[in-house]
């Protein structure tokens, strides 16, 4: 549901949708379709997720809700006659990334790998000719997100198999950024010896 919302596909979502699919599901980083559709510009599927009952005010792991991505007035105006309130708590600029998901469904599965710390998954999907370096709608990598976990393991590994320890996502993080706003003292330390 989250690729196909951020990719404005709303044939998928009206699928997934009948199909099932909870419109308030969240990815590893906590982002609904709503986040992803509103950061991608997508109206149709906006309103579309909204209409059929998405929660407007959903937080993601840096506390921002959708309308903090909106930048076009017309989704700005929507998203707040239903209701929706910017957070609170200022999140971290969102920079959309340019071009939209470089990810297969075997990268996807790597990301999952990553965040649930699964390196035996991880060997077999460098088997499979993986692409270490591949990142999601936000411009996260596994590296982000095993750092971001507190995955020590899966760091070492995707480090090891050429992760780019430099690679920024769309708020300007990098893995070790990440490392330290969740508080994985384990990882900080690794990674900050690794770039020595």
Known sequence: MCTAA???DLETVHRLHIQG??????????????HLAVAGSHLDV?????ENGANVNPEDRWNAKPLDDAIE????EFLISKGAVRSEQQPMPYTPIVSSSNASDDQDRLFWAAY?????????????????????YDGRTALSIAASEGHIDAVKYLVTHGANILHLDCRGNTALDDARREGHKDVVDWLENFLC
């Open 21 to 34: 699919l909870d419109l308030n599901c969240s990815d590893y980083d906590r982002r609904t379709a709503l």
């Open 73 to 76: 007035t017309d989704i700005i």
């Open 116 to 136: 649930f710390n699964h390196i035996l998954f991880m060997q077999t999907l460098y088997i499979l000719n993986w692409k270490v370096n591949t990142y999601d």
């Open 6 to 8: 951020s990719s404005g």
């Open 46 to 50: 906006i309103k579309y997720l909204v």
